[in-house]
């Protein structure tokens, strides 16, 4: 396994920690290994990139981690994170999947597009400020309220376009 997907696996198994640490109310160590996580997420593609190693399996599999990434944090956040939202966010990620699983059902991978990739970034966005507050106890409502609606609104959008770009892969 070359290095991209190696950062990416970590990103999955990376997981498991921040869930225990937020249940277990170990903000500072959950705040910290996220941050690494997301890290993850830039250095992967960074890596891959440079060294020229972009593979179809690591497309996939960058997907994937930051599904189960972000989407497990999410819930371990609830309430904090509006269940609503969290809804929305796996709704979304499923649809996208099934895209995703239909068009590779005919050898076609589609990548994540700049939509996903904001709304990812919002997303841990959201998720690094409910980390950083807990941690510190403080409180930023308006940044916090501002992101949970911006990761919304891109979550919406994105998927929205997933579909309509793809519109031939759903036999539409």
């Not at 990139?49 to 996939?60: A, D, E, F, I, P």
């Not at 609830?78 to 966010?89: D, G, N, T, Y």
């Amino acid at each position: 396994m070359n290095l991209p997907n190696t950062l990416t696996v970590a990103r999955i198994f990376l997981t498991i920690p921040v869930f225990v640490f937020a249940a277990l109310d170990q903000w500072r160590w959950a705040l910290l290994v996220f941050l690494i996580g997301a890290l993850t997420d830039y250095l992967d593609g960074f890596f891959a990139r440079k060294l020229n190693q972009v593979t179809k399996s690591g497309k996939v599999l960058d997907q994937i981690a930051d599904k189960v990434f972000v989407s497990s944090v999410m819930i371990a956040l609830i309430p904090q994170i509006p269940a609503w939202l969290v809804a929305l966010v796996v709704s979304r990620d499923g649809v996208v999947s099934a895209i995703r699983i239909l068009a590779a059902s005919g050898g076609i991978v589609i990548q994540a597009n700049m939509w996903g990739k904001v709304k990812t970034v919002l997303q841990m966005s959201l998720i690094t400020l409910l980390f950083f507050e807990n941690a510190f106890a403080v409180r930023a409502q308006f940044i916090e309220a501002l992101l949970v609606y911006l990761c919304a609104f891109f979550t919406f959008v994105s998927a929205l376009i997933y579909v309509l770009q793809n519109r031939k892969v759903l036999g539409g």
